[in-house]
């Protein structure tokens, strides 16, 4: 099953020409960029590793699809994305954030019941990915 | 999509021997016009830099015109060395470059990143590649300029990171090619020793541009120039006397070219400025944009009892 998070995730994953001009379209507005990367595929895991520093100050593209190849070399079955942030006073946030890289096979959720008193039931999603320890999931 | 495809096929299959390239338009569009000539009225003197410069353009304007021809073109490696005297506009000419390798599409934002040994070489083990690495994403896309380039290799200490820094320096040079343009500058002499002592880093700079000292003629044109742009003019009076201000400060010692000149303006304009608070009075324009010799002739140069040059 294809993870779906962030910008363009229902569209066909982005090609490096495309994850280029968008890197471009952040740094024209002079968002700050960073890399992340994790292989907890759960919805609610906000929070992915942080590849190396933030990208600050940069001017061109190249230097950060330079880090992405480097994070890509790392880590080429783990889930990366590119975040872009806006420092501007009273935003201060994630402007955009987009999948870059993702495991060739991505066996998806599994939903568990539980049952609790009474006749109710409880409902939580499983990634099968997370039933092996991390580092060795994909 | 499939016109296009076809389009294509056809364009590089007819006979392009034949197809005729406008040189000149494709001068035109590119602006570096503007830029060359802006070059031309805002520095004076810089023969030498000057014509490197126009061979430089006319080397990236023929390989855009070979592009269109569906020639083979290998970007050339634009990385350069500046080397010559204090004050003799190698920043000024860098950041320029930058400018015109924009324009000439080979560099893609045009921006200057200026920095020296600090900038690039870290305090302690592990600290120097991170450090350099990040000054070197900050300038791609752009020029990196490194002042005073000398000071990465220090032979006396066998353990100074600025080994370490040249290093990654090179291997950025040769594999990031298309996205940086390096410029080491400095001083002619220690330049020199400098590339003595690290072969691989002279024979990856293609263009050693050495800025030759300016004449009294030049120097003066100079100052003019600064006037201009500070909104200040010379009385008759004391363009005699700047005349003779740099034939002098030139025997004097650390002269610095252009440097100097721009000092000694900004003193004679403080001495205006008092002289002008000390007379008191009504002021026209005229005081206020006139510099008179007086306000020259006051300089240590001319022995005249001022304690500063």
Same mark, same amino acid.
């Given at each position: 099953?294809?993870?779906?998070?962030?910008?363009?995730?229902?569209?066909?994953?982005?090609?490096?020409?495309?994850?280029?001009? =968008?890197?471009?379209?952040?740094?024209?507005?002079?968002?700050?960029?960073?890399?992340?990367?994790?292989?907890?595929?759960?919805?609610?895991?906000?929070?992915?590793?942080?590849?190396?520093?933030?990208?600050?100050?940069?001017?061109?593209?190249?230097?950060?699809?330079?880090?992405?190849?480097?994070?890509?070399?790392?880590? !080429?079955?783990?889930?990366?994305?590119?975040?872009?942030?806006?420092?501007?006073?009273?935003?201060?946030?994630?402007?955009?954030?987009?999948?870059?890289?993702? !495991?060739?096979?991505?066996?998806?959720?599994?939903?568990?019941? =539980?049952?609790?008193?009474?006749?109710? =039931?409880?409902?939580?999603?499983?990634?099968?990915?997370?039933?092996? !320890?991390?580092?060795?999931?994909? | 999509?499939?016109?296009?495809? &076809?389009?294509?096929?056809?364009?590089?299959?007819?006979?392009?021997?034949?197809?005729?390239?406008?040189?000149?338009?494709?001068?035109?569009?590119?602006?570096?016009?503007?830029?060359?000539?802006?070059?031309?009225?805002?520095?004076?003197?810089?023969?030498?830099?000057?014509?490197?410069?126009?061979?430089?353009?006319?080397?990236?304007?023929?390989?855009?015109?070979?592009?269109?021809?569906?020639?083979?073109?290998?970007?050339?490696?634009?990385?350069?060395?500046?080397?010559?005297?204090?004050?003799?506009?190698?920043?000024?000419?860098?950041?320029?470059?930058?400018?015109?390798?924009?324009? #000439?599409?080979?560099?893609?934002?045009?921006?200057?990143?200026?920095?020296?040994?600090?900038?690039?070489?870290?305090?302690?083990?592990?600290?120097?590649?991170?450090?350099?690495?990040?000054?070197?994403?900050?300038?791609?896309?752009?020029? #990196?300029?490194?002042?005073?380039? %000398?000071?990465?290799?220090?032979?006396?200490?066998?353990?100074?990171?600025?080994?370490?820094?040249?290093?990654?320096?090179?291997?950025?040079?040769?594999? @990031?090619?298309?996205?940086?343009?390096?410029?080491?500058?400095? %001083?002619?002499?220690?330049?020199?020793?400098?590339?003595?002592?690290?072969?691989?880093?002279?024979?990856?700079?293609?263009?050693?541009?050495?800025?030759?000292? %300016?004449?009294?003629?030049?120097?003066?044109?100079?100052?003019?120039? &600064?006037?201009?742009?500070?909104? %200040?003019?010379?009385?008759?009076?004391?363009?005699?006397?700047?005349?003779?201000?740099?034939?002098?400060?030139?025997?004097?010692?650390?002269?610095?070219?252009?440097?100097?000149?721009?000092?000694?303006?900004?003193?004679?304009? #403080?001495?205006?400025?008092?002289?002008?608070?000390?007379?008191?009075?009504?002021?026209?324009?005229?005081?206020?944009?006139?510099?008179?010799?007086?306000?020259?002739?006051? @300089?240590?140069?001319?022995?005249?009892?001022?304690?500063?040059?």
């Amino acid at each position: 099953m294809r993870l779906t998070q962030g910008t363009f995730s229902f569209l066909p994953d982005l090609t490096d020409e495309q994850i280029r001009a =968008q890197i471009e379209y952040c740094l024209a507005r002079g968002w700050a960029l960073s890399i992340e990367y994790t292989d907890d595929p759960h919805p609610r895991n906000t929070y992915w590793e942080m590849f190396g520093a933030p990208l600050f100050d940069l001017r061109d593209a190249a230097g950060i699809m330079q880090e992405l190849n480097a994070c890509r070399a790392t880590f !080429p079955n783990h889930y990366i994305k590119l975040n872009a942030f806006d420092a501007t006073r009273g935003i201060e946030s994630l402007r955009l954030s987009f999948i870059v890289n993702r !495991p060739a096979d991505e066996p998806g959720f599994g939903l568990v019941r =539980q049952e609790g008193p009474g006749r109710q =039931q409880r409902y939580t999603t499983r990634a099968y990915a997370t039933e092996r !320890p991390e580092g060795k999931r994909y | 999509m499939q016109d296009a495809a &076809m389009n294509a096929l056809s364009e590089t299959a007819g006979p392009t021997e034949n197809r005729a390239f406008d040189i000149h338009a494709a001068f035109r569009d590119s602006r570096v016009a503007d830029v060359l000539a802006e070059l031309d009225r805002e520095l004076v003197g810089l023969a030498p830099v000057k014509s490197r410069v126009r061979d430089i353009c006319a080397l990236l304007l023929i390989d855009a015109l070979r592009k269109q021809a569906g020639l083979s073109t290998a970007a050339p490696s634009l990385h350069m060395s500046f080397t010559g005297n204090p004050g003799t506009g190698k920043t000024t000419v860098a950041l320029r470059m930058a400018q015109i390798l924009h324009r #000439l599409g080979y560099v893609r934002k045009g921006h200057l990143v200026a920095v020296t040994r600090d900038d690039l070489v870290g305090q302690y083990i592990g600290h120097t590649a991170p450090k350099t690495r990040e000054v070197l994403k900050r300038a791609m896309g752009g020029v #990196l300029f490194i002042d005073e380039a %000398y000071y990465l290799y220090r032979p006396e200490n066998e353990r100074d990171y600025g080994q370490e820094a040249i290093e990654i320096l090179l291997q950025e040079m040769e594999n @990031s090619r298309d996205d940086l343009v390096v410029i080491l500058a400095g %001083y002619k002499d220690r330049m020199d020793r400098f590339f003595r002592s690290n072969p691989g880093l002279s024979s990856r700079i293609a263009h050693h541009i050495d800025f030759p000292d %300016y004449t009294d003629e030049e120097l003066f044109a100079i100052a003019q120039l &600064m006037l201009d742009e500070m909104q %200040y003019r010379l009385s008759d009076a004391a363009v005699e006397t700047l005349r003779e201000y740099i034939a002098r400060r030139r025997a004097q010692p650390h002269f610095a070219n252009a440097r100097s000149i721009r000092n000694a303006l900004d003193r004679a304009r #403080l001495r205006q400025a008092s002289r002008l608070f000390a007379r008191g009075g009504p002021l026209t324009q005229t005081d206020l944009v006139t510099i008179e010799a007086q306000d020259l002739r006051a @300089s240590r140069v001319f022995g005249a009892g001022g304690n500063d040059a």
